[in-house]
Structure formats: structure tokens, C-alpha cells
């Protein structure tokens, strides 16, 4: 059975032609999911040891607004990654393959980042409209001389596929824009012990050297055609895998046979957010949006103003000329006890609002509530404000970016993260 879960309404099937209600594979080791479902896909919320599968919805209207009963759960998801590694099925994240001749000059007039790189490379960039605002948070890769792959979120692959189309010009020359989401699974794994796993798992140089990060390219794991990608969302070393359906159960389980002796547990898209934030990723639709522009959003080094002209150059050049008005910035909220903040909740400076909440979580190995605010840009570091929290006033600090320190800088020529 797969590691991955449909229930697309075309009533398609999984990868081996099984009926959308199978469970996952991905349990099988005794941690079922507690799945929900986005975009059609059903993917696992968090793994529970010795309970069946089931649908988190019952779960979340039973314990309303207080934490969870799967905090702890969340936590030794959250530790795997951070310490050891951890696994992850992340073929519900979009897939749109470009292929032809205008598929360069198109990427790079819609994107902020330098697309023009050699086959192999993948390059974080956000999708921008004419004023700077940003359409889409995605991870390009050149898969060939005239041919790339965007990854996007899970529900957000058809804007971004129509909004490409929208995008088109008759001198960009011919391209053929399609979703692939369907035609391949992907695994995630990261951690300090990835790189040795892999390394028990393929005879390919997998090294520092031999597979810098940011780059993509055929491998195999024992015995298997896989297309890796070294990239991070978690903030630590590691690789999505790309790999057909009718293998991704076999690749799957190799990987957790060879990662037992370091610990090695699956994890659940709750975990994510935890580890993203202490790492200073955004998510698209929560952090950022088409009313907030890169220099805002604390990424402005996936902007290459001197690559020449693209969408919303001129508006991000006066932006940063005039100086930015306000700042995404990361708070940490109360001590170290669990709130229960959610996004929306109101900031408060000098008994002002000044922003509200976007993303928030739990970070685990921190021991602290993040959020992130979009606030005034004078609001920098160490800046003591407030959270409303059910009404009652939290004390928060702002912080810095990123929590703990990356694999590496985020930055054009190494760069981070798949959307």
C-alpha cells in the first residue's frame, strides 16, 4: 500500500490501482496517521503507535481550543528531525513541468530569483505580479537545457498553473505547461543522520561535495531510480526524492529498514510547521500573499534586481529606495508553557495595535510559542510588545528571523527550501 492517500473526486485511484479509502503503508511499522485531507489528498496530520487510522476531524472537535492530545506526538516528530531523521511523505505539494524554448524567458520574467542556472540547479523564488506582490512561493528546477520543474503548495497548483498561462507572452516563444503532481511521489528525509543513511542506502557520492545543496540529479536507493533533490523545509540536511508510484512503497520502506539504527520515525505536516518557523520559512497564503512584497517578507535576497526586467522590478526598486514601512518579524509569545494562538490574534506596541498574527506554532526544541507578525519596520530585535490572547494581553519579543541556525545561508547562490 502507498505511503500516500487520494481521494481526489474524479474517484482516480492510488498508485497501485487500489481503492481512494486504503490507508497508508507508511504505517505499517505500528504508527498509523491521523490524516486530513488538502487539495484532494489525504496525508497524515501525525503518527500514533498502536491505534488505527483515522481522520483528525472527531479529534479536533473534541479538545476545541486547549492543546492538543497529540502535543506529545508532535514533539517526538518535531525531535527526530531536529536530532536524528525523520521521514516524510510529500507527494501532495504541486508539481508544474515547463518544457520548450520559452520556458526560461517566461520563469524568469514572473520571478524574482535568477532562474538562467545550470541543468541540475533548484532555486528558491516566490512568483510575483506587477507591483511586487507575491503570487506564489515556489522552488524551481532545471531539468534540462528547455525543460524545469516548479514545486508549490498543495493547494495552491492550480492557481499557480493558471496564473503561469495568464503570464504568457507570444515572444517568450513555445512552451508546454502541465501539472505533473500525480505522476510522482516524493519522500522527504532530514536530520543529522541523513546523509548517512543515504549513504548506506545508494552507491552514488552523496558527500558535501559530491551533492551540494541546492542541487538536483539522478540517483539510485538500493536498487531504485530516484531523481533527489537536496533541499530542506525543516531547516536541517537532507533530500526530497522524486520517484515513480509504482516503486515509492518499495523506496519507502528501504529507507526505514536502513534508518532504523538512527532512530529514524515518519512525521506528520504538524510537525512541518514547528520546524520551519524556528527556522524562519514562510508559508505561502498565511506569510505571505499578493498584498505583501519579498522586501517585506524578510526575503529580499531571492530578489536579483540586476538579471534584468521581471514582474514588479520597478515597484520593489522603489521600495527599497524609499525604505520598507513594516517587517515580517518572529515573536516569541509567553514562556515556555503552550498557548493557544491560532493567527489573527492582535499585536500590540505602546497600547497600539500593530499587526496581527500570521503563522504560529510550537517550536519543540526552542521550548517557546513562535509567531510571525508583519510589523513596523522600526519594531526590529528585542522589542518588547503584547499578543491577545482570548482576550488577555501575552507578553512577546521580537526575535530574530530564524531560531536556530540553518544548514546554511538562505541565500542566491546556496540556496533553501522546497514550498
Known sequence: MSPSWRKRRTAITTFFAIPTTRTSGAGRDGRAPCTTAKHGWERPEHFEPGRPWRRAGADQRQFGWTRPPWFALQAEEHRAFRERVGIIDMTSFGKIELDGPGALPLLERVTGNLIARPVGSVVYTQLLDRRGGIAGDVTTTRLGPHRFRLVTGAGYVNSDLGWLHLQRREEDGPVDLRETTEELCVIGIWGPHARQVLEGMTEDDVSEDGFPFMQARDIRIAGFDVFAQRVTYVGELGWEFYLEPGVAVQV??????GG?????RPGGYRALDSLRMEKGYRYYGTDLTLLDNPLEAGLGFCVRFDKGNFNGRDALLAAKAAGIMRRLRTLLVGDREYLSIYGGEAV??????V???????YGFTVGRNIAYSYLPVGLGPGTRVEVDVFGRRVPAEVSTDALLKREQLVGHDAKHVAS
Not at 519507502?252 to 529498514?257: E, G, I, Q, V, Y
Not at 532504523?260 to 529514524?264: A, D, N, P, Y
Not at 499587526?355 to 506554532?361: E, I, W
Request: charged fraction near 25%; charge should be positive; include cysteine.
Open 355 to 361: 499587526g496581527r498574527l500570521r503563522s504560529c506554532a
Open 348 to 353: 500590540y506596541a505602546d497600547g497600539a495595535i
Open 260 to 264: 532504523r539504527t538512527f532512530g529514524i
Open 252 to 257: 519507502w520502506d528501504r529507507l526505514m529498514a
